[in-house]
């Protein structure tokens, strides 16, 4: 009875090993692609940002706040280079 338990102790363990062993690089390499610099996430997320500075400097010229317009104006040609 005995051997029996250690038997299908040491299967279980065998195959936990190998689960780990063929799961583990797989969970590795997506950690390291979502760490990974993304150059077209940052381009989406430039132009956003680009395009709601815009859209809030022509809603403060819109109101006739004309400090807070060049203050967009300013960000938005910080971001444009």
């Given at each position: ?15 936990s090993?190998?689960?780990?062993v063929a ?25 956003d940002t ?32």
């Open positions: 009875m005995v051997g029996v338990i250690m038997t299908v102790c040491l299967i279980g363990a065998c195959l090993i190998a689960f780990g799961v583990f690089p797989r969970k590795l390499r997506d950690c390291i692609e979502t760490t990974r610099p993304n150059p077209e996430r940052h381009a989406q997320v430039v132009a680009l395009a709601e500075l815009l859209r809030n400097e022509i809603d403060a010229t819109k109101r006739g706040d004309l400090l807070a317009a060049a203050g967009f104006a300013e960000r938005a040609e910080v971001i444009r280079g």
